[in-house]
């Protein structure tokens, strides 16, 4: 089965990159996370918050890591949301993407961004490396 839950569009300012301009003046960021959960069907049939994944909680978890210490690469800052998704147990696999509108590259640009998915057992193997 693959039941998903999805935070499409979260915007966080943060003061991450690599010049020491963006460390100091900070920039929006936009997060987009995209998780394959567990059967679903349980919290649609019992209506129970405990049956599913609690997305305010997801979020607030985001936020902290978005507007948290300043990072250089936006593979850390993915890799940090990646983390952040699997300390809940539904989650079977995660596609994570961190987008940067405003990145430094002295041109026009929509955005530069990373995106990481991993299954749970992908993770857990890179857990057990690190």
């Not at 002295?106 to 992908?122: C, D, F, M, T, V």
Request: proline share 4%; aromatic share 10%; net charge neutral.
């Amino acid at each position: 089965m693959q039941d998903k839950m999805i935070l499409k569009g979260m915007r966080f300012y943060g003061f991450h990159g690599n010049l020491p301009a963006e460390k100091a003046l900070g920039q929006w960021f936009h997060v987009d996370v995209e998780l394959t959960m567990d059967d679903l069907s349980k919290a649609a049939a019992t209506d129970a918050l405990e049956n599913t994944l609690n997305y305010a909680a997801l979020y607030a978890g985001i936020k902290i890591i978005m507007q948290g210490p300043s990072v250089n690469l936006l593979e850390t800052l993915a890799g940090k949301v990646l983390d952040n998704c699997f300390q809940f147990y539904k989650v079977t696999a995660a596609l994570v993407r961190v987008e940067k509108p405003q990145a430094p590259l002295g041109g026009p640009l929509k955005y530069a961004a990373i995106e990481l998915y991993r299954s749970r057992q992908e993770w857990q193997e890179a857990q057990s490396h690190a």
